[in-house]
């Protein structure tokens, strides 16, 4: 069964520095989306993504992120001056839509450290 | 806002026990319904899904859910669990009429003893 790949699987920062995580979402999707989770928290929407642009974006998604399709492969998330409350599990999921919309797949996500 | 309610943080069953995990969702319109697993180590993984027709839905490795519409639930059942289903479940919703987002429930950790 394909999946989502996600790189690398953990990261660790300085605290302002730039961070790019990477996704490899299943093929033939066409909607991208990152969500995270902060230790011992819910799993949080962050954005999606179709046709070359964000399609949604929650609260959590200032200007310090931002999402990129760089080519036909990657999906990644940018954060530009990395905070320590950044620290979390973040996940990478993918979906297609025919005719109705069908369930988001995820990889096994990248575990960002902030120190 | 949309929420996602899970009754219970952490389960300790033997196995061979039944398992009911409840889920409640706070939302009055359309919705896809959802239970994903994340066995230690690995990732999310797509237990079962309801979108439309027969409330009960059934999904992989004998997990079965069903939508009760106007209770708002969504409640994860399998009548003999094994070792092999420790693992942490999540409900999640979508809402239709607020895009493709899923919402997540906080999670229950499960754990069976052999």
């Known amino acids: 069964e394909p999946e989502v790949t996600q790189t690398p699987s953990h990261q660790v920062t300085q605290m302002g520095q730039e961070v790019i995580l990477r996704c490899v979402p299943i093929?033939?999707?066409?909607?991208f989306y990152w969500y995270r989770q902060i230790l011992g928290q819910k799993v949080e929407f962050l954005v999606s993504?179709?046709?070359?642009?964000?399609?949604?974006k929650s609260e959590i998604f200032d200007d310090q992120f931002s999402v990129e399709r760089p080519d036909g492969s990657n999906f990644t998330l940018k954060i530009r001056s990395t905070k320590l409350e950044d620290s979390a599990m973040y996940f990478c999921?993918?979906?297609?839509?025919?005719?109705?919309?069908?369930?988001?797949?995820f990889g096994d996500g990248t575990r960002l450290s902030i120190l | 806002a949309q929420s996602v309610s899970q009754h219970n943080h952490h389960v300790i069953l033997s196995e061979a026990a039944s398992l009911e995990l409840g889920c409640n969702y706070s939302y009055g319109g359309t919705v896809n319904l959802f239970w994903y697993v994340q066995y230690p180590g690995q990732h999310l993984q797509l237990l079962l899904k309801y979108f439309s027709g027969d409330p009960l839905v059934k999904g992989i490795k004998g997990f079965e859910a069903e939508f009760i519409k106007s209770k708002f639930s969504f409640n994860l059942r399998k009548p003999s669990v094994q070792w092999s289903d420790t693992a942490e479940y999540f409900c999640?919703?979508?809402?239709?009429?607020?895009?493709?987002?899923?919402?997540f429930g906080a999670g229950t950790i499960l754990r069976v003893k052999s």
């Open positions: 993504f179709y046709n070359n642009e964000i399609s949604e």
């Open positions: 093929s033939n999707h066409l909607y």
């Open positions: 999921a993918s979906s297609t839509r025919q005719g109705v919309w069908q369930p988001q797949h």
């Open positions: 999640a919703v979508i809402c239709m009429e607020y895009g493709n987002k899923l919402v």
